[in-house]
C-alpha cells in the first residue's frame, strides 16, 4: 500500500492508522501518480525490474516501460473504472506495440534497444476493478494462448487528510477493507483475516 504525496504528485509508503474507503482515482490522476511514483509502484506490482521508458507514447498506449531481468517491452493501461472494454484498449495497445521495428523502439527510449522489435510485450492492466468478461477473457488469453497479461486493482483509502493507493493482483487479493484491519491491528493480522499478501 501507497500513500499518496498530493504535493509532490508521487508515491510513498505509508503510516499505520485509522483509514477509510474510497473511489478509485481516475486514469489521468493515475497516470501522473504512476508516473510520478514509478519505483514505488513497482514494488507494490511485485515487478522491480520495470524501467519506465515512455508515458503515452503512442495513442491508447498509456505507459511504456522494459523488463530488464526478462528482456521484454511492457505496455501498461491505467483506468480508475471497472469498465468491459478496458481489456480491448490495452491488447490493441500490446498489438501496435509489437508492430515496432528497431527504430521505431529506440526512438522511444535508449532502453528499448534492448527489445526484439516484433516480440509481443507483456500487458499489466491496472484498473479500480474488472467486469467479469474481461477478467475471464484474461484468463483464457493467458491459461489457454501463453499471452503474458496480468491485472492488477488498485483500491484508495484515505488516512486523515492524506490518500493511500493499495495495488493488489486481481484475484489473488482481500478486498481494501481487509487492508484497513490489517494496518489498525499493527500489520498483525486479526483471528478472523489474513495480512495482505507482499507484492
Request: glycine content about 8%.
Amino acid at each position: 500500500m501507497l500513500r499518496i504525496d498530493e504535493k509532490a504528485g508521487t508515491l510513498v509508503a505509508p503510516q499505520a492508522a485509522a483509514l477509510v474507503t474510497e473511489a478509485a482515482p481516475d486514469r489521468n490522476e493515475l497516470l501522473t501518480l504512476v508516473g510520478g511514483g514509478w519505483d514505488a509502484f513497482v514494488q507494490e506490482l511485485g515487478t522491480p525490474s520495470l524501467k519506465l521508458v515512455a508515458q503515452e507514447p503512442a495513442a491508447d498506449v498509456d505507459l511504456l516501460a522494459f523488463d530488464e531481468q526478462a528482456g521484454r517491452v511492457v505496455v501498461m493501461h491505467l483506468t480508475g473504472e471497472t469498465v468491459e472494454w478496458q481489456l480491448a484498449r490495452a491488447l490493441h495497445a500490446a498489438a501496435d506495440v509489437a508492430s515496432w521495428d528497431a527504430a521505431t523502439l529506440a526512438s522511444v527510449s535508449e532502453a528499448l534497444e534492448a527489445a526484439v522489435p516484433g516480440e509481443s510485450p507483456t500487458v499489466v492492466l491496472v484498473a479500480g476493478g474488472f467486469d467479469p468478461r474481461a477478467h475471464a477473457t484474461a484468463e483464457w488469453l493467458t491459461k489457454r494462448h501463453g499471452v503474458e497479461l496480468s491485472l492488477h486493482v488498485v483500491s484508495m483509502l484515505r488516512f486523515g487528510s492524506e490518500r493511500l493507493l493499495s495495488v493488489r493482483r486481481h484475484g489473488d487479493a482481500a478486498p481494501a477493507e481487509a487492508d484497513v484491519q490489517w494496518m489498525l491491528g499493527g500489520g498483525v493480522p486479526a483471528a478472523s483475516s489474513t495480512p495482505p499478501p507482499q507484492n
